[in-house]
């Protein structure tokens, strides 16, 4: 029993570490656009992502946004960029009804997430997600 454990984690990590690498080079390679500030990846980008996603800010505007026919496009799709420093935003991407990818913004602000009640639509020049 043992050594199944072993090989099932052994062969967990090996995944992981294929796999992780790749995402990280994926997400610089989409930050090729002039925006300001600094892209968050990797498990920085994580960890902040994962504090977006279990405030209730975030819930309470996904509901409404859900309720005006707009589609969460998951968390692989925010993108956490440093505007300044201490200045973090977030764009979640929602798909509107008629098929169109639009940007939800949230900020950190003195470690509180606030919701910054901006939809605005994500142009093909601006990011791929």
């Known amino acids: 029993m043992k050594r199944f454990i072993s090989l099932v984690c052994g062969s967990l990590v090996l995944i992981l570490l294929f796999l992780s690498p790749g995402n990280a080079v994926q997400a610089e390679e ?8 600094t892209v968050f990846t990797g498990s920085e980008r994580n960890k902040l992502v994962a504090n977006l996603l279990k405030s209730n800010v975030f819930k309470e505007e ?8 707009y589609v969460w496009q998951g968390a692989g799709a ?5 505007l300044a420093p201490g200045m973090i935003v977030y764009q979640v991407v929602f ?9 939800a913004a949230f900020g ?3 470690g509180s997430i606030q919701n910054l009640d901006y939809l605005a639509p994500i142009h093909d020049h601006d990011h791929n997600h």
């Open 108 to 110: 950190l602000i003195s």
């Open 30 to 37: 989409q930050d090729e656009c002039d925006c300001p500030g």
């Open 78 to 82: 925010i993108e956490v960029r440093e």
């Open 95 to 103: 798909l509107s009804e008629n098929g169109e990818e639009v940007g």
């Open 62 to 69: 996904r509901l409404e946004l859900k309720k005006d026919g």
